[in-house]
C-alpha cells in the first residue's frame, strides 16, 4: 500500500470479448507507464473475475495479452439469445427486494439448467494460468441462487479458485449454475456488472466496464461509487471501435482477437483519464 492511500481494480462482466478487451487496455496502459494491476483490491465480477486471477496470479500482462491474440481452441462459444433473455426480465420487473429479485433470476437459472449438466471446469482451467489463489486482495463475485445474496469469494473463503470464477461467470440461461460448498451460485453480473461497492474503503478506484449499463439504477456503477466515495476514480468504458468488435455475441470465441486488439488501441486515448487517478 502506497502514501495515497488503497487503489482498487475493479473487472466488470462482458462475456469472452470483455475478457479479450478488459486485457488489451490493461496492456496498452501498462506499455503507457500506467500499470494498473499492482492494485492493492482487485474486484472481479464475471469476465472480470477471469482477469483479476490473471493478473494477480504474476502471470507478464504481455503473455496474457497475446494469449487472447491466438486461436480460441479452448473456449466453448455461448449465446445469449433474445428468448432466453426476455426469461430474465419478469425476475426483475416484479415487486421485492433486490434479493427477492436475483433469487427468481436463481430459479430461471435452475430451470434452464441443471447444475452441473455442463462441464465447464475445462474452460475456465484453461483461461487461468495458475489455479491457485494469489496472495493478493482478489475478490470475485458471484450470486447465490437460493437466497439472491451476493456472496464475494477471496483468498480466506476456503473455495477453490477455478469454482469461484466459474460461478462468477455462471450466466443464467447460457451456463448451469454453479455448486460451491453445498450451494448453486450464477454469475455474480446478475447483481451488477461490475460490483463496485465490494471494493467499499478503496480511495483510488478505476473500473473497467465492457457493459457499463446495470439492471438497477441502486446497482449502477455511478451510484455504487457515489456510495463507496473513493477520493478519485475512473470509468472505462468500450469505444465506438470496441463495440464494433466485440459484435452481437459477447461469448463468440470468434471476436477475441479483434476485442484484444481494439482494447489495446483504446487504452492510447485513456492514458490522460486514467493515469492521474492512478497517482492521484
Not at 483479476?52 to 473456449?75: K, M
Request: hydrophobic content about 45%.
Amino acid at each position: 500500500m502506497t502514501g495515497r492511500g488503497t487503489s482498487a481494480l475493479v473487472l466488470g462482466g462482458g462475456g469472452i470479448t470483455g475478457i479479450a478487451w478488459e486485457l488489451g487496455i490493461l496492456t496498452g496502459l501498462a506499455r503507457a507507464g500506467v500499470d494498473l494491476t499492482g492494485a492493492d483490491i482487485v474486484v472481479g465480477t464475471s469476465a472480470g473475475s477471469v482477469v483479476g486471477a490473471q493478473v494477480t496470479n504474476g502471470v507478464p500482462l504481455e503473455d496474457l495479452y497475446a494469449e487472447q491474440l491466438g486461436p480460441a481452441d479452448a473456449e466453448i462459444g455461448g449465446r445469449l439469445s433474445r428468448i432466453a433473455a426476455l426469461k430474465l426480465v419478469p425476475p426483475y420487473v416484479l415487486p421485492g427486494s433486490g434479493r427477492d429479485k436475483l433469487a427468481r433470476v436463481g430459479r430461471v437459472a435452475h430451470a434452464s439448467h441443471a447444475p452441473g449438466s455442463v462441464d465447464r471446469e475445462g474452460v475456465i482451467r484453461s483461461r487461468l494460468p495458475v489455479h491457485d489463489w494469489p496472495d493478493r486482495d482478489l475478490r470475485i463475485t458471484a450470486v447465490d441462487t437460493t437466497s439472491g445474496e451476493l456472496t464475494v469469494f477471496g483468498p480466506e473463503s476456503g473455495v477453490d479458485l477455478v469454482a469461484a470464477v466459474a460461478a462468477s461467470c455462471a450466466v443464467p440461461t447460457v451456463w448451469p449454475p454453479v455448486v460451491v460448498g453445498g450451494r448453486t451460485y450464477m454469475d455474480g453480473g446478475m447483481r451488477s456488472t461490475a460490483n463496485v461497492d465490494v471494493a467499499e474503503g478503496a480511495e483510488r478506484v478505476v473500473v473497467l466496464a465492457p457493459l457499463p449499463r446495470s439492471v438497477s439504477k441502486k446497482t449502477s456503477i455511478r451510484a455504487q461509487l457515489e456510495r463507496v466515495g473513493p477520493r478519485a476514480w475512473s470509468v472505462v468504458t468500450p469505444d465506438a471501435d470496441a463495440l464494433a468488435a466485440f459484435g452481437r455475441n459477447l461469448l463468440d470465441p470468434a471476436k477475441r482477437a479483434v476485442a484484444a486488439e481494439a482494447g489495446l488501441r483504446q487504452a492510447r486515448d485513456l492514458v490522460d483519464q486514467v493515469g492521474p487517478v492512478w497517482s492521484a
